[in-house]
């Protein structure tokens, strides 16, 4: 077959084979007790924020009470929300990370 003569095109479009995976907020929720500091370590050390980052984000908790912190895959929001809760836990406050789908 000359190289110009091409089979021909049978299927114009496939659909993709791989599907964008559904987001999840981390959500920051306030609380009376967790020393401000505190909040902003937590925030630099699990969701890799600079200090001024953090800073913004406790602030919005504060003020607002609750903030989203970041958008992750379920698996990775729900291991870095529990990490940051728990890190709360072992110094006695009740410092909450909350996961929720994005719409
Ligand atoms: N409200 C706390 C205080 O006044 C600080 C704080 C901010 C706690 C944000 C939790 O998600 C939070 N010490």
Known sequence: MPESVTAPQTKTKTKPKVERPKLYKVILVNDDFTPREFVVRVLKAEFRMSEDQAAKVMMTAHQRGVCVVA?????????????????????????LFT???EE
Do not use: Q
Request: charge should be positive.
């Open 99 to 101: 996961t929720e789908p």
């Open 71 to 95: 958008v992750f895959t379920r698996d990775v929001a729900e291991t870095k929300a529990t990490r940051a809760t728990d890190a709360g836990r072992a110094k006695g406050y009740p410092l």
